[in-house]
């Protein structure tokens, strides 16, 4: 193939090895045996044909032959099987315009053979080609012409190979590439990159808005040494690359910078990681993320400020009630106390019995005054945080007998009864015996203050699934609407009494303390309206006061 028949390796038969023919092809006796004759160039040239004729169908690619106007001359099998036909031939005889039935854009086949027609050749050409199922797949396709003498091209030479697999992850990487870099260009905090030495190499628009610059460029040309020219003290950075280099991360760092173009002084908290080469561990750069924390910053001020303001207000509030507790209780105890000597007619008898009910009146609004004072003193040393629980024992069996005995009189004369119903192993409490005393003072003080005639007032208790203690204090008066049950827990909340007491007796401090006193021993207090009438006052005490 290709070789001159006139002389390439000699001009006559003899010359180029062809063996001629033998007069005698008998072996002659005794004679050494005949050499091969050496092969032909035609045996040269049809062996190397067939070569190229099996790399041809045996090959993994598709190759082909074409015209430059479209049309299949040759294609190989692997061809065929690549855009889905059952043999070359069928392919050939099928395709009359490669641009339209293979190519999804029959531009790219105009465009091919416009750059190899115009002397080039391409190579590695992607695009989206049609199978004859019509279904899509990508390939890659090399191209070259083959010439005529006078340089015109005669036909296409070309091989294709399928690379969607390479597709899907460059696109899958193209994906993955917008995606970071539409995080970087919208994130709403800061972004960087910057050196060890201090010099900003990478800032999303957002901290080039932070810094007050307009553009990328504009923020990195300007920005020389970051730890001298940003950060309010200098020795920040020293303690930022300090921090990195021993933990490699950093998250929460606060400092106080400047707008690096303006120079206005403002807070951020940066995030940060030391980024290493991976062969010998050096650092090579920072990256990281800063948001501004101006305001938050200065919330917190004003928060610590107000605080401080409020607990100089708290103590000044407790100073005026013990101040005015000690002024109030000198003269109250008097008056208490003249008030009985007089009802005791130590000095001699009352002769009006008018002037006796007045001084009744006088010693039991005395002892009313002094109640109050005490329960503001209580209330404000609670929400002041400081409580002063004396623990110890508390027979709770006990100190509700002893509540009840208290309020027996006020009972009869209301026309309410009470009872208790505790069980037999009713346990002690780790407490503060008096602040509890107050409680069940206070409960037992509403249930009456909001019965009727002919009422009821019981103490029961129960112990928890949980092991907690609970005691329900019931009445069976008129009731707390349901819109009030928790409003009465207020300070200085009154409702309306009824024949048991009323508002008069108190300010509305008792339920607001009582269960401040219970919160400080790891309890709750709520009031529920009991389905047959009445109210349900719910204490709860932790088991592991239960001893």
């Not at 035609?42 to 790399?55: H, M, N, Q, Y």
């Not at 598709?62 to 069928?90: C, I, W």
């Not at 800032?203 to 730890?227: F, H, K, M, Q, W």
């Not at 001298?228 to 690359?241: I, N, S, T």
């Amino acid at each position: 193939m290709g070789r001159s028949r006139d002389g390439g390796r000699g001009g006559t038969a003899a010359g180029r090895g062809v063996r001629p023919a033998a007069a005698d092809s008998a072996p002659r006796t005794g004679a050494a045996p005949e050499s091969p004759a050496p092969e032909s160039d035609a045996d040269d040239d049809f062996r190397l044909a067939d070569d190229f004729r099996l790399i041809f169908e045996r090959a993994g690619i598709g190759l082909s032959k074409t015209t430059p106007e479209g049309r299949f001359l040759l294609v190989n099998p692997a061809m065929a099987e690549l855009y889905g036909y059952d043999s070359p031939e069928q392919m050939v005889a099928e395709i009359t315009d490669i641009g339209l039935q293979c190519y999804v854009d029959p531009a790219v086949r105009a465009e091919m053979r416009a750059r190899v027609e115009g002397g080039g050749e391409v190579v590695g050409l992607i695009s989206r080609a049609r199978r004859r199922d019509g279904s899509v797949f990508w390939m890659r396709e090399s191209t070259r012409a083959v010439r005529d003498a006078e340089g015109r091209p005669l036909f296409f030479v070309g091989t294709v190979d399928r690379v969607d697999a390479q597709m899907e992850a460059l696109e899958a990487l193209r994906a993955a590439e917008q995606g970071y870099r539409d995080l970087f260009e919208n994130a709403t905090e800061g972004i960087y990159r910057s050196s060890i030495e201090g010099r900003m190499l990478r800032a999303n628009p957002a901290l080039v808005r932070l810094n007050g610059y307009e553009s990328e460029a504009e923020l990195l040309a300007a920005v020389g040494d970051i730890g001298r020219e940003w950060y309010v003290d200098p020795g920040r950075r020293a303690e930022f690359q300090r921090r990195l280099l021993a933990e490699e991360r950093l998250e929460g760092f606060v400092s106080e910078v400047r707008r690096h173009r303006t120079g206005e002084r403002i807070w951020v908290t940066e995030n940060a990681r030391l980024v290493r080469d991976e062969a010998e561990g050096r650092p090579l750069y920072y990256e990281g993320s800063v948001r501004e924390i101006t305001r938050e910053v200065e919330a917190r001020a004003e928060l610590v400020r107000a605080q401080q303001a409020a607990e100089a207000g708290s103590r000044a509030k407790s100073a005026f009630l013990a101040n005015m507790s000690h002024e109030l209780r000198t003269p109250l105890n008097a008056i208490i106390g003249f008030a009985e000597v007089m009802l005791a007619r130590l000095y001699g008898p009352i002769e009006n019995p008018r002037y006796a009910a007045y001084v009744e009146d006088i010693r039991r609004s005395g002892r009313l005054l002094l109640q109050l004072l005490d329960d503001i003193l209580d209330l404000s040393k609670v929400e002041a945080g400081r409580p002063e629980l004396q623990e110890e024992a508390v027979d709770l069996a006990r100190l509700f007998r002893e509540s009840l005995r208290m309020l027996q009189p006020r009972a009869e004369a209301a026309g309410v009864s009470l009872s208790l119903e505790l069980p037999a192993d009713l346990p002690r409490l780790r407490g503060d015996q008096r602040r509890l005393r107050q409680v069940a003072l206070n409960l037992l003080s509403n249930a009456l203050k909001y019965n009727r005639p002919g009422g009821s007032v019981t103490v029961r208790a129960e112990r928890a699934a949980d092991g907690d203690l609970l005691l329900l204090v019931e009445d069976s008066g008129v009731g707390i609407p349901e819109a009030d049950l928790e409003r009465v827990f207020q300070p200085f909340v009154q409702l309306g009494g009824g024949p048991g007491g009323g508002p008069s007796e108190g300010v509305g401090l008792g339920l607001p303390l009582s269960r401040q006193l219970v919160a400080l021993h790891g309890g709750s207090l709520t009031l529920e309206r009991r389905p047959e009438g009445g109210t349900r006052a719910r204490l709860r005490l932790p088991a592991d006061r239960c001893l």
